[in-house]
């Protein structure tokens, strides 16, 4: 692995651009982020959201638990043969990056017990702004962060804020608490994402992800638009 200062330059070895976007059979997303900026609710509102129109299924990744996956269970978002837990008992990003074996597993795994599927969301575990999916385990990769930790995350970079196909920075309700300027999140995500998407959401306002489920769909047309 090339050292922290380097990572925006790092080169995918799973990766082959030519290829991306061709791959046959569900829409893979992967869902990344610090830990606790609200993967888990994304992915509960998404399967809640999308579940109806879309032949869907969700791998969770934690280190040494099942909690994500259970978390999806007990809120029975998914019948359970759609959920797919993934214990990575190291850091996180290895699994979602370097080593995507189990993630690969888990995904082939719910390809095999629904031939039909058009869309798997693949949750990171928890991590720290230098994470990102292989594009070998998803297709396109959604970084959520929160406004909790102040508005300086976005200005703040690294290969998940600046490199991501879509920037979710979610709990704006919180904002007036801990006096986050979502002007400022909004200015200086802009100025690093080259022109791809960020939106400010909250979760607890609309438990039903309204936007992103946009992008999902919008994601969704565009493979089909490439693949007729
Ligand atoms: N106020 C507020 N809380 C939220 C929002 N979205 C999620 N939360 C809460 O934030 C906490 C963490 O959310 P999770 O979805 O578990 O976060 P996560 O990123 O999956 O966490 P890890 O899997 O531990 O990395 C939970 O208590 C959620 O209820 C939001 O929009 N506003």
């Known amino acids: 692995m090339p050292p922290d200062h380097l990572l925006d330059d790092y080169v995918d070895p799973y990766d082959d651009p030519a290829a991306r976007g061709r791959r046959h059979g569900p829409l893979r997303v992967g869902l990344g982020g610090p830990v ?21 299924a969700v791998v969770t990744n934690d280190i040494y638990t099942t909690e994500d996956a259970d978390f999806l269970r007990r809120h029975a978002v998914l019948p359970d043969d759609r959920i797919e837990a993934v214990q990575t008992g190291c850091c996180p990003h290895t699994a979602i990056r370097d080593d995507i074996t189990a993630n690969l597993d888990a995904v082939e795994l719910l390809e095999a017990r629904h031939p ?11 991590d720290n702004l230098t994470a990102s999916f292989s594009y070998g385990l998803v297709d396109v990769q959604v970084f959520v962060v929160d406004v909790a930790g102040g508005d300086k995350v976005p200005r703040k970079g690294g290969p998940g804020v600046t490199a991501s196909d879509l920037l979710v920075v979610n709990k704006t309700d919180l904002a007036p608490l801990v006096g986050a300027d979502l002007d400022v ?17 909250s979760l607890r306002e609309d438990p039903a992800a309204t936007e992103v489920a946009a992008w999902v769909r919008q994601q969704l047309r565009s493979r089909a638009a490439q693949h007729a």
Not at 116 to 126: A, D, F, K, M
């Open 116 to 126: 039909g599927l058009e869309l798997v969301l693949v949750e990171s575990g928890g």
């Open 36 to 56: 606790g900026s609200g993967k888990t609710a994304l992915a509960a509102a998404l399967c809640r959201t999308l579940g109806a129109e879309l032949d869907l």
């Open 185 to 201: 999140m909004r200015r200086d995500a802009a100025a690093v994402r080259g022109g791809k998407p960020t939106l400010l959401i």
